[in-house]
């Protein structure tokens, strides 16, 4: 699903950010992304949503090498990813319906089941009753669940998720991770940054740790995953 090798990324003539990252993520898999702040988590999930190339190394998702792949091609493989962007990146000027609508109606679905799955996941995050507002009258909490709610309307094959439960507290937090759970069971492929110890002890789910460049998976005992570092 996921395969990165000797990935390098730097901004502009800055330091690289990204060194030497190698891993593999398997189709169906649930993987934690951590490691400190600025350690470069949005980074990689940024390489992972197609938002930019890296400055070297290979990066494979979907078994497509990023590198190769023109505009039209990677529009066509991001409507396969939801994402939840760290600082959500609702449309302003679309009501929360409309913003967790959005890619149903890309991907062409009709407007009565639009309508039916958009109402019952925003009740189960608990906003049903702010389906007609906009983003900027919602707390951040709020926006939070409107993204992800986003996030997986369209029943991603690979949900890509930066601090989702960051603005809620323990009780929402863990609700929503058991809605990213059910997706998993359904086959999605997921990958949560967190920075939160209690999401990762409570969901087994192994960890891909960020320090100083470089990655380094820690596998739970539970948990059958390959990491190709090493094999490379
Ligand atoms: N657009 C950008 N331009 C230049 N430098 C950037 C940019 N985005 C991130 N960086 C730098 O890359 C490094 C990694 O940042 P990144 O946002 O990936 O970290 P993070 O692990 O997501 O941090 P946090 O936990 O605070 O969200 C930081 O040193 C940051 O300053
Ligand atoms: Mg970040």
Not at 56 to 76: E, H, K, P, W, Y
Not at 150 to 176: H, M
Not at 193 to 207: C, E, K, L, V, Y
Request: net charge neutral; glycine share 10%.
């Amino acid at each position: 699903m996921i395969k990165f090798e000797h990935v390098g990324l730097r901004y502009g003539i800055g330091p690289e950010v990204l060194t030497d990252i190698n891993f593999v993520l398997e189709p169906g898999s649930f993987h934690f992304l951590t490691g400190p702040s600025g350690s470069g988590k949005t980074s990689i999930m940024s390489l992972m949503y197609l938002g930019r190339k890296p400055t070297r190394g290979l990066v494979t998702m979907f078994g497509q090498n990023i590198n190769d792949m023109d505009r039209s091609q990677l529009c066509a493989l991001r409507q396969k990813i939801g994402v939840v962007f760290q600082e959500f990146r609702l449309l302003p000027h679309l009501s929360a319906f409309d913003n967790v609508a959005l890619p149903m109606r890309i991907s062409g679905h009709p407007e009565s089941e639009v309508k039916s799955n958009v109402d019952e996941l925003l009740e189960w995050v608990g906003l049903g009753d702010y389906k007609n507002v906009l983003p900027m009258t919602l707390s951040g909490g709020q926006q939070q669940r409107v993204a992800i709610a986003r996030s997986v309307i369209a029943r991603p094959k690979l949900l890509l998720a930066d601090e989702p439960t960051g603005n809620l507290d323990d009780n929402i937090g863990f609700r929503l991770m058991h809605l990213f759970e059910q997706l998993n069971r359904m086959g999605t492929t997921i990958v949560i940054a967190t920075h939160s110890q209690s999401i990762m002890d409570r969901f087994g789910h192994p960890r891909l740790v960020l320090e100083a460049g470089n990655l380094h998976v820690h596998d739970n005992a539970n948990w059958v995953q390959k990491n190709i570092e090493g094999v490379y």
